[in-house]
């Protein structure tokens, strides 16, 4: 059973930084894609950056030039170092996974991130608060 468990999260003032870890277990997949997600109050999960078994990144445009997505496959872990951070990054964060291609009602999906239906396991979230 694949297990995914966030820390790292806080409260930090605008401008602030933080690095969110992901430790990830139980899978097998020799392709996969990882990355994270964000769910502000009253908002939809929304993709924040993904990274795939090949090391090829993506980020959502609110993320370019602040976020980067890593991964240590060693100690089986995913890292989100946020720089910059704005009121409006205040959100829990979750880490995800899938293989690739992802399989969900009949469907193949190849791209990284899949539709989030797709995504196979998700973590318990990590809040993140910016104030400003």
């Known amino acids: 059973q694949v297990q995914l468990v966030e820390s790292g999260g806080g409260s930090v003032q605008s401008g602030g930084s933080l690095r969110l870890s992901c430790a990830a277990s139980?899978?097998?997949?020799?392709?996969?894609?990882m990355g994270w997600f964000r769910q502000a109050p009253g908002k939809e999960r929304e993709g924040v950056a993904h990274?795939?078994?090949?090391?090829?990144?993506t980020y959502a445009d609110s993320a370019k030039g602040r976020f980067t997505i890593s991964q240590d496959n060693a100690k089986n872990t995913l890292y989100l170092q946020m720089n910059s951070l704005k009121p409006e990054d205040t959100a829990m964060y979750y880490c995800?996974?899938?293989?690739?291609?992802?399989?969900?009602?009949?469907?193949?999906?190849?791209?990284?991130?899949?539709?989030?239906?797709?995504?196979?396991?998700w973590g318990q979230g990590t809040l993140v608060t910016v104030s400003s």
């Open positions: 995800a996974i899938s293989p690739r291609p992802a399989y969900y009602s009949g469907d193949y999906y190849y791209t990284c991130p899949p539709p989030i239906s797709a995504l196979r396991a």
């Open positions: 139980g899978y097998t997949y020799s392709r996969y894609c």
């Open positions: 990274i795939d078994s090949d090391g090829v990144t």
